[in-house]
């Protein structure tokens, strides 16, 4: 025979959840806001990302433009926005683990962690 959870305390529970996914929800859309910098070639190239994983920007040093080598600085584009999306990536997994805390890892339907 299972025992019976009091109506009160699965009420405050499923007001807990609630309350965090709501939470979760409102710390996410502030993430997407935010953005990351990174850089490359010693600072030659920075990229600029949203926390939606979007470019906002690219600048590069003039010196780094060489019509005869193209795949360099295509390379250090690469690297910089891929070091922004790693960046904003991290922070939004380090963000949203602390809004979880102890739920983390406790696999329930709909709360996404």
Not at 39 to 54: I, L, P
Not at 62 to 75: A, G, H, N, Q, S
Not at 82 to 109: H, S
Request: hydrophobic residues 40%; aromatic residues 2%; glycine residues 8%.
């Amino acid at each position: 025979m299972k025992a019976r959870v009091p109506s009160t305390n699965r009420n405050d529970m499923m007001k807990k959840l609630q309350d965090m996914q709501d939470e979760m929800a409102r710390v996410q859309e502030e993430l997407e806001e935010r953005e990351y910098n990174a850089s490359s070639g010693g600072g030659a190239v920075e990229a600029t990302v949203n926390g939606r994983h979007e470019l906002k920007a690219i600048k590069m040093k003039p010196e780094i433009v060489d019509p005869e080598d193209i795949d360099m600085l295509e390379d250090l584009i690469l690297a910089a926005v891929n070091e922004a999306v790693r960046r904003a990536g991290d922070n939004m997994e380090e963000e949203m683990a602390k809004v979880a805390g102890p739920m983390q890892g406790m696999n329930i339907p709909g709360m996404g962690f």
